[in-house]
């Protein structure tokens, strides 16, 4: 991180929220993956952004791996609910087409549709 760079705002809301279970977290993953990018207030620094953060680097990786590994409608799903960073790093742990069918299944149970 450059010192001259101002820090993106979404990325002070983050570290200034006391819990950051508080954003949903396909939040949490969009911002954190944006952080590191080559452009980023912390490019290819999982380590640098935790500290700034105050979160582990376990955390910060797990995140950075949500918003990388899993498929669009089921992120836009993940995001109506309350899940927090466990069940959503254990979701994009799966095969894309397993979290497709994981969706179904659960959404076939509550009585719900795929969103669009």
Do not use: C
Not at 22 to 28: D, G, H, R
Not at 41 to 55: G, V
């Amino acid at each position: 991180m450059s010192d001259s760079k101002p820090i993106n705002p979404e990325l002070q809301k983050l570290k200034s929220l006391y819990n950051p279970e508080e954003m949903n977290v396909i939040e949490q993953s969009r911002i954190i993956h944006d952080a590191l990018q080559p452009t980023g207030d912390f490019p290819r620094s999982t380590k640098r952004l935790a500290e700034y953060l105050n979160l582990s680097v376990n955390k910060v990786y797990k995140l950075n791996f949500v918003h990388e590994k899993m498929v669009p409608e089921v992120k836009a799903w993940i995001k109506t609910t309350s899940y927090q960073m466990s069940t959503a790093y254990a979701i994009a742990s799966l095969k894309p087409e397993e979290q497709v069918v994981q969706l179904k299944e659960y959404q076939t149970a509550l009585g719900q549709g795929i969103p669009p």
